[in-house]
């Protein structure tokens, strides 16, 4: 089948047939250069990446479950090379990954140097440990330990830049939350536009590792997790507000990470059997409630410190409840009724990048940990 060619003037379409030729004009000389480019090359075209560029900077509103699930299924598609026929290779830069294909790559990749590292439980000694053999949660069931294992291993692991693995979570991840389908470099200001605080993610990871992109990665992954991704990042870029939406996704993966090893957790792990998306629920959870607290109590930049170690006290004391909430939350969105945000306007000043913000994780405030009783 002989496919028509396309001519571009004065931002219209115009279509020519293989044995026609195109209206002559002055100018027609300089669109010559486009008869021989075929329609499946037409989108690596300068020009025409030229006149996409606005369009790539466009933030995205709230947008349907049942829209953003048409184009979860067009992205899977399988991609056919005009010239074999054969199918796209996975590992290609633009293919976008799952958090299952990237979790089967820690699992089947030696990880012991990593493994070695981790402390699975927090020690208690003295009163603490009486305390926690008589209020605190069960342990975690034997079966599940190897599991927990991964997953603290993976916290580990920094970011290779090498690693084609790496890169596509690093592709997916900014491809869904901007809503580009260009590839963007792995080392750039457009990181510092998402909430890193430079233009290198790898440096941000303090403390959650590679564990802290897959999580990112679980987000934005479903159509669901992926409106209250998007409708945070909106928050994120208010104008008073605004706060670093990667840099905080991190620090929420750290309290992930430290209700996994205080055994918050190991009660709805048991009760699931098992633990990697109770984790990941956990930390959608968590995030979803920090967006909630940080818009109805107007905190801003100044607060963030504050804010988080509240916030990882009352998640590790009522993990059920907060998973709860997100259900809640996740099911209004399948009915088209859930919103963050409602009608509150994002809009204002542009806000300033992630490195000139004066941010205050998890990590930098004194750590009081609360040792208190666990809501079932």
Known sequence: MVLPRFLIFDNKVESVSAGSSPPCDKDSSALLAFRGISISELKNHSVLQALTAEANAWEPRVVSTEVLQAQEEWEAVESIHPETGSRASMDQPGQLISFSEALQHFQTVDLSSFKKRIQPTIRRTGLAALRHYLFGPP???????????????????????????????????????????????LHGDHWEDLGFQGTNPATDLRGAGFLALLHLLYLVMDSKTLLMAREILRLSRHHIQQFPFCLMSVNITRIAIQALREECLSRECNRQQKVIPV????YAATFLRLAHVWRTQHKTISDSGFVL??????????????????????????????????????????????????????CDLPSHLSEGTWLI
């Open 309 to 362: 170690k509240d916030l990882e006290m009352s998640a590790k004391k009522s993990p059920r409840r907060l998973l709860k909430t997100l259900e809640t939350y996740l099911a209004g969105v399948s009915k088209g009724q859930g919103s963050l945000l409602g009608t509150q306007k994002c809009s204002g000043p542009q806000a300033p990048h992630s490195k000139d913000l004066t941010f205050t994780g998890v």
């Open 279 to 282: 984790v990941n629920s956990f």
């Open 139 to 185: 342990k975690l069931h034997q079966g599940l330990r190897e599991e927990r294992d991964l997953v603290l291993t993976i916290a580990q692991c920094g970011l290779d830049s090498q690693d084609p693995m790496h890169g596509r979570v690093l592709q997916t991840i900014y491809k869904k939350l901007t809503g580009s389908k260009f590839d963007c470099a």
